[in-house]
């Protein structure tokens, strides 16, 4: 049963500490996204690569979040420095590249706490 | 830009009762929709989608059914059991653009079924 994983599950750090997440997208898919939920904000996107090349991170912070691929087998997320706004779920999701309707697989997600 | 408007929650039914949850979209063109289900401490996961006007999308006696005309995609069940409690997303993805394949999500409404 293929699946998206994410470590760490659990996240606890002090502000201005570097905080690395990782995922493993589905192998063979070739979309990756990164999502970030909160109670006020919902559901947002930060970042999305299609073969590994980013080709939206209009939702995210560039000054302390960066996104890269370094190989199709895993997708990381950092936050440097990292502040108590940064608080929140982060999913990681993989897709097959369909160009209508694709569908978006899930990790469990990463859930961050910056003290 | 593309939105999508969810009916807030809380919703709470008893076992057995009809499920409505309602969406509405604001879109470009000819979007697909989607209806993701989270369960608690879960990622999302797919529930059913419908990539064209008229089509229904169905799963686990979940129904809905894309309505260009109202710019609707409400979500239905006829007989809700207490394992369906759970957040239920509805989510469009633009099928052109620079923006294709991108998943915006509404706010999600929370669903609670008692026995």
């Known amino acids: 049963d293929a699946r998206v994983t994410q470590t760490p599950r659990h996240k606890v750090t002090e502000m201005g500490q570097e905080v690395t997440m990782r995922c493993q997208p589905i192998l063979g898919h070739n979309t990756v996204f990164w999502y970030r939920q909160t109670m006020m904000q919902g559901l947002e996107l930060l970042a999305y690569?299609?073969?590994?090349?980013?080709?939206?991170d209009s939702g995210m912070p560039k000054d302390r979040f960066s996104a890269e691929m370094p190989d199709a087998t895993l997708a990381t997320l950092k936050i440097q420095p990292s502040e108590p706004r940064d608080s929140a779920v982060y999913f990681c999701a993989s897709g097959s590249g369909s160009p209508v309707g694709e569908t978006q697989y899930f990790g469990p997600g990463t859930r961050l706490l910056v003290l | 830009g593309n939105s999508v408007t969810q009916m807030e929650g809380p919703v709470t039914l008893s076992e057995e009762a009809f499920l409505t949850i309602n969406c509405t979209y604001t879109a470009t063109g000819y979007p697909s929709l989607f209806w993701y289900v989270q369960y608690p401490g879960e990622g999302l996961q797919l529930l059913l989608k419908a990539t064209k006007a008229d089509d229904k999308g169905s799963n686990k006696g979940f129904e809905a059914t894309y309505r260009k005309e109202t710019t609707s995609f409400h979500l239905e069940k006829g007989s809700v059991q207490v394992s369906d409690s759970a957040v239920y997303f509805c989510?469009?993805?633009?099928?052109?653009?620079?923006?294709?394949?991108?998943?915006?999500f509404g706010k999600g409404t929370k669903l609670s079924v008692k026995p």
């Open positions: 989510a469009l993805s633009s099928n052109y653009g620079g923006s294709q394949g991108n998943l915006i």
């Open positions: 690569f299609r073969n590994r090349a980013p080709l939206d």
